[in-house]
Antibody, heavy 128, light 111 residues
Framework: EVQLLESGGGLVQPGGSLRLSCAAS????????MSWVRQAPGKGLEWVSG????????YYAVSVKGRFIISRDNSKNTLYLQMNSLRAEDTAVYYC?????????????????????WGQGTLVTVSS | QSVLTQPPSVSAAPGQKVTISCSGI????????VSWYQQLPGTAPKLLIY???KRPSGIPDRFSGSKSGTSATLGITGLQTGDEADYYC????????????FGGGTKLTVL
């Protein structure tokens, strides 16, 4: 059974840092792109960052570029999100999501945001 | 404000059909595939439609997707009370750089 388990959320002060982890099981982790998607309280979904299966390609939303770093350790089947310079507007439930191919684009160069498995989410609260 | 525009809410009676629109521009919907997600209250999203119109295994054919130009549409027939949820379209924007984008979400109420 495919499973994703996020951890590392919590309360942090503005300007602080936090590292989220997502432990994957039930599939060959290195062959799938992964993403982080967040949802602020009562709001919609926001894609945050993505990484290819090999880790060679990384992508970021404009709102987090330069502050967040996505990475993965394929030997540990774990996805990470290092969050720095946190702001109140980063407060959200952060979901780890599994892609369906190694890259986010196909041989034709068309991108897709297909996630066939999601974790349960971890809450990050940025507040003083 | 989301890059992809969805109606905030739609409603219909049980057994009826409803459509949810998702409007974008060339650099996102126009040049990439669209996915649709269903999020039931208090749960993680679930993939309903991928690559514009394909259904993952286990998704009933009551759910359908289509794309034309810079717009996409999710259709749901034979509405059930269990379909009450938030629905999101998603794709990539590949303008200056590439990043993922979601629509603002549509709340479906089954009256």
């Amino acid at each position: 059974e495919v499973q994703l388990l996020e951890s590392g959320g919590g309360l942090v002060q503005p300007g602080g840092s936090l590292r989220l982890s997502c432990a994957a099981s039930g599939f060959t982790f290195s062959t799938y792109a992964m993403s982080w998607v967040r949802q602020a309280p009562g709001k919609g979904l926001e894609w945050v960052s993505g990484i290819s299966g090999s880790g060679g390609n990384t992508y970021y939303a404009v709102s987090v570029k330069g502050r967040f770093i996505i990475s993965r350790d394929n030997s540990k089947n774990t996805l990470y999100l290092q969050m720095n310079s946190l702001r109140a507007e980063d407060t959200a439930v952060y979901y780890c999501a599994k892609g369906v191919t190694p890259q986010f684009y196909d041989t034709s160069g068309y991108y897709s945001l297909n996630f066939d498995c999601w974790g349960q989410g971890t809450l990050v609260t940025v507040s003083s | 404000q989301s890059v992809l525009t969805q109606p905030p809410s739609v409603s219909a009676a049980p057994g009826q059909k409803v459509t949810i629109s998702c409007s974008g521009i060339t650099s996102n919907i126009g040049n990439n595939y669209v996915s649709w997600y269903q999020q039931l209250p208090g749960t993680a999203p679930k993939l309903l439609i991928y690559d514009n119109y394909k259904r993952p295994s286990g998704i009933p054919d009551r759910f359908s997707g289509s794309k034309s130009g810079t717009s996409a549409t999710l259709g749901i027939t034979g509405l059930q009370t269990g379909d009450e949820a938030d629905y999101y379209c998603a794709t990539w924007d590949s303008s200056l750089s590439a990043w993922g984008v979601f629509g603002g979400g549509t709340k479906l109420t089954v009256l």
